[in-house]
């Protein structure tokens, strides 16, 4: 059994890590790290862990584990590095945004590979440092990815996306509390949101001759989880053509898959999946994708990531049934 630390236990990301990992078959949790949550049981936090799970947070670490996941706050991942040794076998996972981008990739003589599997499988299979992408990163890249591989962007691209409540984080704040989130809708960071930094990274990588400007408008659901985005920009040819484009690109990716109809979020949410739809307007291909922000977003791909580090079928663990009704 693959032995599996997690620092920073009591958020949702965490949450979501636990009760994966304790429901997939080569894992065992050895411990969840939390100074705040020492001692008390994981249910405590997460309680839909009640009956299910009889770990207690603990104040200790084991620094000989063959994966360390980090669910911490960003900017606190490298602090706890500089803390903390851990075994040469020991793979790291990072959630947060601390190694994403290149000038950043390289910590400790530890180099952290973009963990998106649809862009770079083959070097997360070989690395043992992992920079999880991040929520909106991870939908609004796999929405576009198809495009830059082949040379497609050609002109600005348009992006609006709204998150679920869940992408703050448990921390409360005005805009987390119930009765502000009810009933309402609201725009942030925009154009300047930081998950740009990724999604710019990964394009150029693709399409080196890329040069328009991705225009990102951010906002917030009145729902818990999952994100809904749609990305725009001018295509030439036909719509058949860029369907053949994207399941082309998809072909390996267990997670990422077309459909022919439109979507919507409850076809996602509690799932892996990232489903995307095209719809074709005059010049302009509309690409609308959808994930869970928790999930594919976050705890999800940090275990698909794991599953072909440690060479395991890469939907081990992930087979899960969305909440649809």
Known sequence: MIQAGIIGGAGYTAGELIRLLLNHDAVEINFVYSTSNAGNALSA???????????????????????????????????????????KHTKIIDLSNEFRLKNDSVFQNKNFIYGLPELQKAHIKQSSYIANPGCFATALQLAVLPLAA??????????????????????????????????????????????LGEINQTVNQLQSTFNNEIHFMPNRGNFSRGIFATVY?????????????????????????????????????????????????????????IIDNLLKGASGQAVQNMNLMFGLKETTGLQLKATYF
Do not use: M
Not at 152 to 178: E, Q, R
Not at 277 to 282: E, Y
């Open 45 to 87: 936090v997460h309680q839909d862990l009640v009956g299910t799970a009889n770990l207690k947070f603990s104040d200790t670490i084991n620094s000989n584990v063959d994966v360390l996941f980090l669910c911490l706050g960003h900017g606190n991942s490298k602090s706890f590095l500089e803390k903390y040794s851990f075994s």
């Open 150 to 195: 082949n040379g497609l962007l050609k002109d600005d691209v348009h992006i609006n996306a709204v998150t679920g409540a869940t992408g703050a984080g448990t921390s409360l704040s005005k805009t987390t509390h119930y009765s502000w989130r009810d009933n309402n809708f609201s725009y942030y960071k925009p154009f300047t949101h930081q998950h």
């Open 233 to 289: 920009t001018k295509f030439d040819d036909d719509l058949d053509t860029a369907k053949t484009i994207y399941r082309t690109f998809y072909e390996d990716a267990p997670f990422t898959v077309l459909s022919d109809d439109a979507i919507h979020l409850k076809q996602v949410v509690n799932t892996n999946k990232c489903i995307l739809h095209l719809h074709k307007h005059n010049n302009t291909l509309l690409i609308t994708g």
